[in-house]
């Protein structure tokens, strides 16, 4: 029965109240006064009170009626807020936008163009709670399993064949080797994997995309890794190469490394094609995402085409020179 509690129902109550009179109710809400009084009566039965005390001079609430009337105009509140809701979610204005990452994109991309979307759509969440960190790796499923299955919007890492998502490249993130001043490298736009055969190295965990593709790299050239130490933190790997422990092989969408006042040289294969590795942000099929996430994806394409044409944004938070020291 308390289905029937509907929202009609209850703007004729409120109607009625404010104009103490079912008549100029009924003509403010644009019906005929026996529909307006059925309303009310079946209103009534539901609540099993009496809502009017009803008189030759007009209608006025009674006690309980009085109580009930201040609900009422709560519950329509509530219902032209969520058909606002409703609309500003249609229109891409409000919502929420969830997104699974980790924190080098960031870092490298995602910061500039959260920073630009917030700004102009101010009421819209990002939900970064799937920000991974290393103590999530492995565990579980990828971040693109979660997009797959419909628990994020957006999802930024390498593609995977296996699954049927759609995306754009937002950049590719090079391979460098952090050799110290003294190579004869240093200063060189690459460096060829060879270089590094027999030399100790400091480099990302096994499961890496940057480890798997050096360490492929190594073995095509009939060699495999002297690995020293590895980390996922490229700061401590920058460190341990400063102290002479090993080179640092890192990819440059680390701001650290790839911001350096003296860029450090990309690795190449035997062929001299650089190693890199093409982050994408990810969706699900078209038509799975509504506009909130279409917004989103302009300022996106916005960034992409940006770096095209100017490079990439240098971060005023990264500004150092780590070159070893002297």
Not at 11 to 33: G, H, P
Not at 47 to 62: D, M, N, Q
């Amino acid at each position: 029965m308390k289905l029937d509690i509907t929202v009609q129902r209850l703007q004729c109550f409120v109607e009625a109240a404010d104009q103490q009179s079912f008549r100029r109710a009924a003509d403010a809400l644009n019906m005929t006064q026996p529909a307006l009084s059925q309303h009310i009566q079946v209103l009534e039965r539901i609540l099993r009170v009496s809502l009017f005390e009803r008189s030759a001079k007009g209608v006025r609430l009674t006690p309980i009626g009085r109580q009930l009337v201040a609900r009422a105009r709560a519950v329509l509140n509530s219902v032209e807020r969520l058909e606002e809701f409703a609309d500003n979610l249609a229109a891409g204005q409000d919502g929420t936008i969830s997104i699974a990452c980790y924190p080098v994109h960031i870092e490298r991309f995602l910061g500039s163009v959260i920073g630009a979307f917030r700004r102009d759509y101010p009421r819209i969440r990002l939900d970064l709670t799937r920000l991974r960190d290393d103590r999530r790796r492995g565990l579980g499923r990828s971040l693109l399993e979660e997009l797959r299955d419909g628990e994020v919007d957006l999802a930024m890492a390498p593609r995977d064949p296996k699954l049927s998502l759609e995306g754009i490249k937002v950049y590719d993130a090079k391979i460098l080797a952090l050799v110290p001043d003294s190579d004869p490298y240093r200063h060189q736009p690459t460096i060829p994997i060879d270089s590094l055969r027999g030399r100790p190295v400091l480099i990302a965990p096994p499961k890496y995309f940057s480890r798997r593709a050096v360490e492929n790299l190594a073995h095509d050239s009939g060699f495999d890794l002297q690995v020293e130490a590895d980390s996922s933190t490229p700061s401590a790997l920058l460190v341990l190469g400063r102290q002479g422990l090993g080179i640092p092989i890192l990819p440059d969408d680390y701001p650290l490394v790839g911001q350096q006042r003296y860029p450090y040289p990309v690795l190449t294969g035997q062929d001299g094609a650089e190693v890199s590795t093409p982050v994408w942000l990810q969706w699900r099929p078209e038509g799975s995402h509504g506009p909130l996430t279409a917004n989103f994806l302009q300022y996106v394409r916005h960034e992409v085409e940006y770096e095209r044409r100017h490079g990439r944004r240098r971060e005023c938070y990264y500004q150092a020179d780590l070159s070893p020291a002297t």
